[in-house]
């Protein structure tokens, strides 16, 4: 069965940085890309980019290409978000999402800014 | 990028009634379209792929189709756990891109 359990809620100052996790099983976490969605409150969903276990590539929305980090650790079979200087705009709950569409998702991880 | 004009915003429908869903692409998408369920406080659930495909576990009331560019989620004969908020996704080019979403109330 595929889980994606992701890393419980951050919260943090404004201008500082904070790295979500998320850890795969259930399948050969380099099969395929794992993706991460942005969902402010009460808002719909935001696609952030993806990134590639096996080779570490990335692709990511324009948006987002100064605003987020994201890493693979193929030993742990561990995706991360990095979201770095942080406004009140990056308060939102970020997901990861694997397989072609988003079959499987995290349960997502809340990020608060918030001096 | 490839706009994905989901209609209508909000809809509130009996549990006798056929309930649609359309999401228009601003261009071809060759059917690299999704669907998903997403209730509170919850992650989405995959509904739909490849425009028409059922994912596995999802009842048989929800169907997909396509007519041009314009995709739509159809749910026959409602249940009330059918409540939440639908969102189509294009996964044919990045940065892919979701639709604006629908708001599911049955009553």
């Known amino acids: 069965e595929v889980q994606l359990q992701q890393s419980g809620p951050e919260v943090g100052r404004p201008g500082s940085s904070v790295k979500i996790s998320c850890k795969a099983s259930g399948y050969t976490f380099t099969d395929y890309v794992m993706n991460w969605v942005k969902q402010s409150p009460g808002q719909g969903l935001e696609w952030i980019g993806w990134?590639?276990?096996?080779?570490?590539?990335?692709d990511y929305a324009e948006k987002f290409k100064k605003k987020a980090t994201l890493t693979a650790d193929t030993s742990s079979n561990t995706a991360y978000i990095q979201l770095s200087s942080l406004t009140s705009e990056d308060t939102a709950t970020y997901f990861c999402?694997?397989?072609?569409?988003?079959?499987?998702w995290g349960q997502g991880t809340l990020v608060t800014v918030s001096s | 990028d490839i706009q994905m004009t989901q209609s209508p915003a909000s809809l509130s429908a009996s549990l006798e009634e056929i309930v649609t869903i359309t999401c228009k692409a601003s261009?071809?998408?060759?059917?690299?379209l999704s669907w998903y369920q997403q209730k509170p406080g919850k992650s989405p659930q995959l509904l739909i792929y490849?425009?028409?495909s059922l994912a596995d576990g999802v009842p048989s009331r929800f169907s997909g189709s396509r007519s041009g560019t314009q995709y739509s989620l159809k749910i026959s004969r409602p249940q009330v756990d059918d409540s939440g908020i639908y969102y189509c996704?294009?996964?044919?080019?990045?940065?892919?891109?979701f639709g604006a979403g629908t708001k599911l109330e049955l009553k």
């Open positions: 996704l294009q996964s044919y080019s990045t940065p892919y891109t």
């Open positions: 990134i590639d276990p096996e080779y570490g590539s990335t």
């Open positions: 999402a694997w397989g072609s569409p988003f079959a499987y």
């Open positions: 490849d425009a028409t």
């Open positions: 261009q071809g998408i060759d059917d690299y």
